[in-house]
């Protein structure tokens, strides 16, 4: 069934089993989301970058070090998807010259992501 091409859907709750499927069939890394935990700014980041926004331009990554000090030890795959959604103006970090990325995400953050990010999506 669907679970086989994606590992362990069989351990997300049934109503959200068809979704993750949904995100590895449109090439999301999957890699560390367990259903049962709870997400981090740089990881939301990186979901709602590669589910609409892949393919898009990335900048100048020495500029999310300058702007965002706390980014230092995020890897430059993260850093290239934070650019994006900086870039895309659908986030601008904390209001405190943070992007706060292994921080957990509000469900504030969550909403206010997905709904920018679904006004301003970029189809490639």
Request: no cysteine; proline share 4%; glycine share 10%.
């Amino acid at each position: 069934g669907d679970s086989d091409l994606v590992g362990d859907a069989s351990s997300f709750p049934d109503w959200a089993q068809k979704h993750y499927v949904n995100l590895y069939e449109i090439g999301v890394d999957l890699d560390g989301l367990n259903p049962g935990d709870n997400i981090n700014r740089i990881k939301m980041v990186s979901l709602v970058v590669q589910a609409m926004f892949d393919g898009a331009e990335v900048g100048d990554i020495a500029e999310m070090k300058e702007l965002f000090p706390d980014v230092g030890d995020l890897n430059e795959q993260q850093l290239e998807e934070l650019w994006v959604l900086v870039n895309y103006d659908v986030i601008s970090g904390t209001g405190e010259g943070k992007a706060a990325p292994w921080e957990p995400l509000t469900r504030g953050a969550f909403a206010k992501i997905m709904t920018v990010a679904a006004g301003t999506q970029v189809y490639l």
